[in-house]
């Protein structure tokens, strides 16, 4: 390092022993000089050997020295170190991987090696930024090869693909211990959904990943759980799921909103009897355009707003049928549709505005869903369903690192679960307990 340099670090350190409490941690005019500084001696700011590697390599051998210092317990050069059992050994050179880059330390030694470094341990390569780095890039759905080149080429640090699957896979334990923690014991309302991924297992193929997001009784946002299928969606391997939730303390819950999925709301009632099922308006709509010509589909949705909007469940009957004496005839399979899930499809006309605005679709949880997808696509496919989980679970972490989003939850349904608290007389309030 440069004598400007190294000149102005002294200042540094002579500024961080001020005693006054209100100063602040970094003094800005220094920093502003130290920079001036290395700019005149034409050293760079970033990349190795620049600026803010030096410092890095400084801090963290100072923070090093601190350490063995706290372990030898007196200072370098202390004479009351003379005749103690153990004492400094040198240091060992050892280059880890920053932020900012590929930088050199030296990490100092005791002669009995029982010295034990905490900010970079023993074999330890990468600081945590850079894992941190790596677990946000693997979460927004960049592979591995595709981590290793973004740090190489902006970062200049050599991260092998081994490594970064090495530091992913220590999130397995975290999402262990996730998808069993205990649950609430009373939840307003849980949607349920499934997305498909590409699994290869001997072959490629579409495999669900179910998932479960509720509203607490406080209005925030939970997901609940992340499980992969083994073949097509079924009401079957829900059960299972609703079991599990049950088991982990969701003792009641007040509605469910999920798919026409045949069969699920009668696993739901053998799980929580007391809870609405509401079938989403929106995978209802999805499904009758399926029936339909592609010209026909703006008429049809046009139709069928009178049903959805009705303000009583004899208004939508009225409606639904005026819109089956009109397409009924041409197309029989989208009125059968809404007559095979007409019990599941009417039960949120019964409630306030504010309830039916929130549960009359799955929209809440589609937006995670697309975050989901959005990760999966840029994977392609993943080589086991461990890996599909772990995408997932990556990408569901990193949904609201603010927690903004969570304001915005409890902002929206605050209106919601007040109407929630009078029509299903007071079962809310176990959970707030």
């Not at 034990?116 to 330890?124: A, G, M, N, T």
């Not at 829900?238 to 007040?254: F, H, K, P, S, Y």
């Not at 592609?294 to 303000?311: E, M, S, V």
Request: overall charge neutral; some cysteine; aromatic content about 8%.
């Amino acid at each position: 390092m440069s004598d400007v340099v190294a000149a102005d670090v002294v200042d540094t350190a002579a500024v961080a022993k001020r005693k006054d409490a209100k100063a602040s941690a970094v003094d800005a005019e220094l920093v502003g000089q130290l920079v001036a500084s290395a700019r005149a001696n034409g050293l760079q700011l970033t990349g190795e050997g620049g600026l803010l590697a030096q410092l890095t390599k400084m801090v963290v051998e100072s923070a090093l020295d601190g350490e063995i210092t706290d372990h030898l317990g007196y200072d370098h050069g202390d004479p009351a170190g003379r005749g103690t059992p153990n004492s400094r050994n040198g240091t060992r050179s050892k280059t880890v991987v920053t932020d900012v880059g590929p930088v050199e330390i030296d990490v100092p030694r005791d002669r009995d090696a029982s010295f034990e470094p905490q900010i970079v341990r023993k074999r330890q390569r990468r600081l945590n930024g850079v894992e941190n780095m790596v677990l946000s890039l693997s979460a927004k759905g960049l592979t591995h090869g595709e981590i290793s080149a973004h740090l190489r080429e902006v970062y200049g640090a050599e991260v092998s693909k081994q490594t970064i699957s090495v530091i992913t896979d220590k999130v397995l334990d975290g999402m262990a211990e996730w998808q069993n923690r205990p649950l609430d014991a009373v939840y307003p309302v849980i949607f349920l959904d499934a997305i498909h991924v590409k699994i290869r297992d001997g072959k490629v193929a579409n495999r669900p990943i179910y998932v479960a997001l509720a509203v607490t009784v406080d209005g925030t946002r939970d997901i609940l759980g992340l499980w992969a299928g083994d073949g097509g969606e079924g009401a079957k391997f829900w059960l299972q799921i609703l079991t599990e939730l049950r088991n982990r303390g969701a003792g009641d819950v007040c509605m469910l909103v999920c798919d026409g999925l045949k069969g699920l709301p009668e696993a739901i009632e053998q799980v929580w009897p007391a809870a609405v099922v509401q079938t989403c308006v929106v995978h209802l709509l999805r499904a009758s355009f399926r029936y339909a010509a592609r010209q026909h589909w703006d008429a049809i949705a046009k139709a069928l707003k009178p049903i959805y909007t009705a303000p009583t469940e004899s208004a939508a009957l009225e409606r639904f049928y005026e819109f089956s004496e009109t397409w009924g005839t041409k197309y029989p399979a989208i009125v059968k549709l809404w007559e095979n899930s007409w019990s599941e499809f009417v039960p949120f006309l019964a409630f306030d505005t504010e309830i039916r605005r929130v549960v009359c679709s799955t929209n809440a949880i589609e937006s995670v869903n697309a975050r989901i997808r959005r990760a999966v696509r840029a994977r392609g496919h993943f080589p086991n369903e461990q890996a599909a989980l772990k995408c997932v679970y990556l990408a569901i972490m990193a949904l609201d690192p603010t927690g903004a989003g969570q304001k915005r939850w409890v902002t929206r349904w605050k209106a919601a679960l007040n109407a929630f608290d009078i029509t299903f007389d007071g079962r809310l309030s176990a959970g707030r307990k």
